[in-house]
């Protein structure tokens, strides 16, 4: 039982120093300084997703300006399928830095779900005018052209200059697979 008991207080305390480490930084920011650390993001449970949520909606209800909680938050509404939630939040960072490569293409890849491919396409476009190595704008273009308009003698050129800068990756694979076959279903990528 000792020992439980030890376990349990050095979790505790290793969550409580990352959380007032986090919560210092992002509740911090000012004169336009960014945080060191974003909101954690990535696979969680329902329940850290609305932690996460609602902590970054107070955060930017407090400071409108905060670009990596507009990002953060734009984000958790990306993984749980919010995806008018998702392009707001985006728009929100995008109006602070718009010319963010990252946030146009995560916004996209948002336009595209809700079947607005037209404006995912010209995200993406935006992102490959700011950033012609930008992989993720390149593959989603691809994506919308083949899979959602049907296009792909579109995507074709688009996939090919990304297998030029990138030919091993799992995307890489990905790609190669859609060229020889062209895709039924949809897969999205971030």
């Known amino acids: 039982?000792?020992?439980?008991?030890?376990?349990?207080?050095?979790?505790?305390?290793?969550?409580?120093?990352?959380?007032?480490?986090?919560?210092?930084?992002?509740?911090?920011?000012?004169?336009?300084?960014?945080?060191s650390v974003n909101i954690p993001v990535g696979s969680g449970s329902p329940t850290d997703y609305a932690s996460r949520i609602a902590q970054a909606e107070k955060i930017v209800a407090q400071d409108p300006k905060n670009l990596n909680a507009w990002?953060?938050?734009g984000n958790d509404y990306f993984d749980t399928e919010q995806a008018q939630?998702?392009?707001?939040?985006?728009?929100k960072a995008l109006e602070i830095e718009p010319n963010n490569a990252n946030v146009l293409t995560d916004q996209g890849v948002m336009y595209r779900k809700v079947g607005w491919y037209d404006k995912a396409l010209e995200n993406f476009e935006k992102a490959q005018k700011l950033d012609p190595k930008h992989l993720q704008s390149l593959y989603n273009m691809g994506l919308v052209y083949a899979v959602d308009m049907k296009q792909p003698e579109k995507a074709f050129p688009l996939w090919k200059k990304y297998l030029q800068m990138?030919?091993?990756?799992?995307?890489?694979?990905?790609?190669?697979?859609?060229m020889q076959s062209p895709p039924t279903t949809q897969p999205t990528s971030k």
């Open 71 to 73: 990002i953060s938050l």
């Open 85 to 91: 939630k998702s392009i707001q939040a985006y728009g």
């Open 166 to 178: 990138d030919p091993n990756s799992p995307t890489a694979m990905q790609i190669k697979s859609l």
């Open 1 to 35: 039982m000792k020992k439980e008991s030890i376990l349990i207080a050095a979790v505790a305390l290793i969550v409580g120093l990352l959380g007032g480490f986090l919560i210092f930084n992002i509740t911090s920011v000012g004169n336009n300084q960014q945080p």
